[in-house]
């Protein structure tokens, strides 16, 4: 059974840097697609950051320069490496992969900036 694990989130001043990770359960993410998701208070979610089964990334144009996506074979863990946060990267963020053509997600974790 898949499941996804997100942890790392907490509150940060602006300017300061997060690291969340997304263990990853019954699938590698080695194989697996693998992208980051906020949803912020009366916002739509949107998807923040990707890397492919390639190992190839992407991200919004809000957080380009700022945040970066990797994977840790070993612990089967997804991270996205937070830095110079903002007031505006308030949110909750989960994880999410594609195994066999279906989507799973973890049950995020909350990340406040704030001074």
């Known amino acids: 059974q898949v499941h996804l694990v997100e942890s790392g989130g907490g509150l940060v001043q602006p300017g300061g840097s997060l690291r969340l990770s997304c263990r990853v359960y019954g699938t590698s993410v080695s194989i697996s697609a693998t992208g980051w998701y906020r949803r912020a208070p009366g916002k739509e979610r949107e998807l923040v950051a990707s890397?492919?089964?390639?190992?190839?990334?992407d991200y919004a144009d809000s957080v380009k320069g700022r945040f970066t996506i990797a994977r840790d074979y070993a612990k089967n863990t997804v991270y996205l490496q937070m830095n110079s946060l903002k007031p505006e990267d308030t949110a909750v963020y989960h994880c999410k992969t594609k195994y066999k053509l279906k989507d799973y997600w973890g049950q995020g974790t909350q990340v406040t900036v704030s001074s």
């Open positions: 890397i492919t089964s390639r190992g190839n990334t």
